[in-house]
């Protein structure tokens, strides 16, 4: 279709007055994008040189407390299988390690429920469980008044 001859008048003339306000409004949004943008990346650069700063200054102690907590598992681990071979001087081998496994587990069940005390009280979990509903049950009887 043809547009009518004198249609374009009125978008020429509105043009005209608006395009200087639309250029400047694009100007300033482009400005204040550029503001937030700039503010956000140097947060975002102070934050990582933050985080990376304290990285290399928590490394050494995070090494050594990896190492000792390997040390720490294995030396355990002897004493465990220390206490198993010598209570197996005393009854069948297979009984000790079953005493000794025991003995860990009502162990590390005082330790959880000794954790589990001590856990900050929290907003409480409520779980709602949706019960379905049976179609038939939503209906009303025809009879029924």
């Known amino acids: 279709m043809a547009a009518a001859p004198g249609a374009d008048r009125p978008r020429r003339f509105f043009d005209r007055l608006t395009e200087p306000i639309a250029d400047r409004a ?10 937030v943008r700039e503010a956000l990346q140097s947060e975002i650069d102070a934050v990582t040189r933050s985080v990376r ?9 995070a ?3 990896a190492a ?6 294995f030396g355990l681990s002897l004493l465990i299988t220390s206490a198993v071979l010598g209570l197996s001087h005393a009854v069948e081998p297979w009984l000790s390690a079953l005493l000794v496994g025991v003995a860990l587990l009502l162990v590390a069940g005082g330790l959880a429920a000794w954790a589990k005390r001590r856990l900050p009280a929290g907003p409480p979990l409520s779980v709602r469980v949706h019960e379905p509903v049976h179609p038939a049950e939503e209906q009303v009887h025809p009879w029924a008044d």
């Open 26 to 35: 694009r100007e300033k949004f482009e400005q204040a994008e550029d503001h």
């Open 68 to 73: 000792a907590s390997l040390l720490g598992f």
């Open 63 to 65: 090494v050594g407390f």
């Open 53 to 61: 700063t304290r990285a290399i200054e928590v490394r050494p102690s």
